[in-house]
C-alpha cells in the first residue's frame, strides 16, 4: 500500500515536472546586495530564490559593481561581457571574473574595481595569463591553465572573482607617486608594475619635485631600466624606491692629508646627501698621502683604480695605528744606541705587539720581538745581564738609550757561547 502511494506521488511530480519545462523554467533569481552576497560569490547555496521564467535565464552586471540573475524575457539571447543568458533550468549561476586585457593596470595589485567584472559563460574558469611580448597580463573567462602551465604564466580558478590581485604573484612593486607629497612614500602609492621584469626608478630635482614608479611605466616622466641619466636612481628589489630627495648622511673623518691614526670622536658631519647619492665615507691613498672624507662630497666615484676605499657606517674612515717598533742595528743606521734619528724613524709593524732592544755583538738592536731568532728571545725572557734586554708593549716604546760601553764586542762568539752556557745552567 505505502509502495504504491510513493509510485504514484513519484509520477505526478515526474508528469508535473516535465509540464512545467515546457512551459516555464526555473531561473536564479536575486539582486546582489550587501545584504546577499551570495547572489555574488555563492549563486548555488541553498536560499537563492527562484523564478518561473517563459524565456532564458540570464545573469548580468552594470558596471556598478551590481549583480542580477533572473529572466530575460528577450527574444535576442544577451551576451558578454557584462551579460549572459542560458535555456536550463537553473542555469544561470554563471561565474563573476575580472577582465582587464593587456592594460598597464591589469597588472596592478588593486584589479578590484567593479568595473572589471565580468559574467563567464557556462563552465568557465576566470583566469589569469602573462602576455607573450611585452610581459603584461590579461585577466578573463576562459578555460583553465594548461597542465604543467608555470604558475608565474598563468593561473585558473572558479570562484566569483578570484582571479584579482596581483599577478604573477612574483611581480615587482614599487611606489608610484609625482609632484607634492611624492618626497616621503606610503602605501597608498604602491603599484604592481605592468611588465613582470620592471625595476623601480626614483627621480626628481626637489623634495616637492620627485617622481617614482616602474620602469616599464608610460608616464611623462619616467626612468627606463636601463637609464644612465644620472638622475635616475634605479633600483631592483620590491618597494625599494623610497629614498627622500634628501637625507642624513652621517659623519666621517675628514681630513686632505692624513695617514696617521685618527681620533674617532672627532667625525665631522657630512653635508645631506641626495637620493642618487650612496652614503658612506672614503679613503683615498696617493703615494703616502692619505685622503678621508664623506662619499657623497667625492666628485669622482670610489673605485680601486683611483685607490679609494669605502666603508658604509658614519665615522668608518678612522684609521686605527697600527703597533709599531723601532728597527734598527747599530752598524747599519747611525743613532741606533740612543734611539735618534735617524734610527728613530725606521719603523716595522709588529702585530704581536712585543718590542725589544738590547746589545748582541757590541752592536746594538731594536725590533719586533718575534723578529728575534729563539737564542735572542731566550737570552732576552731569562735577562742575560749584557745583553740589557728589554721587551715592552706599547707602540714604539723600544727607545730605551742603550750602554755600547758594557757591549760584548771583545768577547766574540766564544763568549756569546759560554754566556749561553752558563745561562742555560743557571736555568736548569
Ligand atoms: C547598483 O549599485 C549602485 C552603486 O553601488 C547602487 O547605488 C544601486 O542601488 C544599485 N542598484 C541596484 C538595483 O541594486
Ligand atoms: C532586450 O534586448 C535588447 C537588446 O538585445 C535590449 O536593448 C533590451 O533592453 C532588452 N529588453 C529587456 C526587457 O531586457
Ligand atoms: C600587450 O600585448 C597584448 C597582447 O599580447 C595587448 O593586448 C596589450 O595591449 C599590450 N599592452 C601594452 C601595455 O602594450
Ligand atoms: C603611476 O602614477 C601615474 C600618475 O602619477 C599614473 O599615470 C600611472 O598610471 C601610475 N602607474 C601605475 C602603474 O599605476
Ligand atoms: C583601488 O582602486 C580604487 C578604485 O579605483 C581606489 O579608490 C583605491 O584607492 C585603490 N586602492 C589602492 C590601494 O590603490
Ligand atoms: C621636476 O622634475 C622633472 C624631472 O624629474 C623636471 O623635468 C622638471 O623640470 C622639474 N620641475 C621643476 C619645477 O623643477
Ligand atoms: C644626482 O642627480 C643630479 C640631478 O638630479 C645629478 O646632477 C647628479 O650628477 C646625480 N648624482 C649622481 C651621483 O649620480
Request: charge should be negative; aromatic fraction near 4%; charged fraction near 15%.
Amino acid at each position: 500500500m505505502r509502495g504504491y502511494n510513493l509510485c504514484v506521488v513519484l509520477i505526478t511530480a515526474l508528469v508535473l515536472g516535465q509540464l512545467d519545462s515546457t512551459l516555464a523554467k526555473l531561473c536564479l533569481s536575486c539582486t546582489s546586495t550587501a545584504a546577499d552576497a551570495n547572489c555574488l560569490l555563492n549563486p548555488n547555496a541553498d536560499g537563492i530564490a527562484t523564478v518561473e521564467c517563459t524565456g532564458d535565464c540570464y545573469t548580468s552586471t552594470d558596471g556598478n559593481g551590481n549583480l542580477t540573475r533572473g529572466c530575460w524575457d528577450n527574444q535576442t539571447a544577451c551576451s558578454g561581457p557584462s551579460c549572459s543568458s542560458c535555456n536550463t533550468d537553473k542555469c544561470n549561476s554563471n561565474l563573476l571574473c575580472q577582465q582587464c586585457l593587456g592594460e598597464a593596470e591589469c597588472a596592478q595589485t588593486n584589479v578590484t574595481d567593479v568595473k572589471y567584472n565580468t559574467v563567464c559563460s557556462d563552465g568557465q574558469f576566470c583566469v589569469n595569463r602573462v602576455n607573450d611580448g611585452n610581459s603584461s597580463v590579461s585577466r578573463q573567462c576562459g578555460t583553465a591553465c594548461a597542465a604543467g602551465e608555470a604558475a608565474t604564466t598563468c593561473s585558473s580558478c572558479q570562484t566569483a572573482l578570484c582571479n584579482a590581485g596581483l599577478f604573477p604573484s612574483t611581480r615587482q612593486q614599487c611606489y608610484n607617486c609625482t609632484g607634492t607629497g611624492c618626497d616621503a612614500v606610503a602605501p597608498s602609492m604602491i603599484v604592481g608594475c605592468s611588465q613582470t621584469d620592471a625595476k623601480c626608478f626614483t627621480t626628481g630635482t626637489s623634495a616637492t619635485n620627485m617622481t617614482r614608479g616602474c620602469t616599464s611605466a608610460t608616464t611623462e616622466i619616467k626612468c627606463a631600466a636601463d637609464s644612465t641619466d644620472p638622475s635616475c636612481l634605479i633600483c631592483d628589489s620590491g618597494l625599494c624606491n623610497t629614498l627622500t630627495y634628501q637625507r642624513d648622511a652621517g659623519s666621517c673623518m675628514v681630513c686632505d692629508s692624513c695617514s696617521e691614526a685618527q681620533d674617532a670622536t672627532k667625525a665631522t658631519p657630512c653635508s645631506q646627501a641626495l637620493y642618487n647619492q650612496t652614503i658612506g665615507c672614503y679613503t683615498i691613498t696617493t703615494g703616502s698621502t692619505v685622503k678621508r672624507g664623506c662619499l657623497n662630497s667625492l666628485e669622482t666615484e670610489c673605485t680601486a683604480a683611483n685607490s679609494c676605499t669605502s666603508c658604509p657606517t658614519t665615522g668608518c674612515n678612522v684609521a686605527a695605528e697600527a703597533f709599531k717598533c723601532i728597527a734598527c742595528i747599530s752598524n747599519e743606521i747611525n743613532g741606533c744606541w740612543d734611539a735618534i734619528a735617524p734610527a728613530k724613524d725606521s719603523v716595522v709593524d709588529c702585530p704581536s705587539e712585543v718590542c725589544y732592544n738590547g746589545v748582541w755583538n757590541g752592536l746594538a738592536v731594536r725590533d719586533c720581538f718575534s723578529s728575534a731568532s729563539p737564542l735572542m728571545q731566550y737570552q732576552c725572557n731569562a735577562a742575560i745581564e749584557p745583553y740589557q734586554c728589554k721587551t715592552c708593549k706599547t707602540s714604539l716604546c723600544n727607545d730605551i738609550k742603550l750602554n755600547g760601553a758594557s757591549s760584548l764586542s771583545q768577547v766574540g762568539v766564544v763568549g756569546l757561547l759560554m754566556a749561553l752556557l752558563l745561562a742555560l745552567r743557571s736555568a736548569l
